[in-house]
């Protein structure tokens, strides 16, 4: 059973930086579109950024300020936040979906990410 371990969060002051990471135990990460969700109180969850290694997106709201990358050799994934605002303050949450069949999907347990002065 595959397990995503989210590390990373925590509290910030706005402007400041943080780097979320994702451990994968069992995934091969060139097979996985990788991504990073976050879910605010009383929203839904939504993409944050993901990629297939080929191609990275990122949703507006975010783009100039966080980074993903992959270190294959780690299965780890980063979401490296600059610029944080109070409107980041979410639980993230790393998401693996398989790029080939059968479809399997795995979550992270999620981190707390909170941007306040």
């Known amino acids: 059973q595959e397990r995503l371990v989210e590390s990373g969060g925590g509290l910030v002051q706005p402007g400041g930086s943080l780097r979320l990471s994702c451990a994968a135990s069992e995934v091969i990460l060139s097979f996985y579109r990788m991504g990073w969700y976050r879910q605010a109180p009383g929203k839904q969850r939504e993409l944050v950024a993901d990629t297939t290694g080929t191609t990275t997106n990122y949703a507006d709201p975010v783009k100039g300020r966080f980074t993903l990358s992959r270190d294959m050799a780690k299965k780890t994934v980063y979401l490296q936040m600059n610029s944080l605002k109070a409107e980041d303050t979410a639980v993230y949450y790393c998401?693996?979906?398989?790029?080939?069949?059968?479809?399997?999907?795995?979550w992270g347990q999620g981190t707390q990410v909170t941007v306040s002065s």
């Open positions: 998401n693996a979906v398989s790029l080939i069949p059968p479809r399997r999907e795995y």
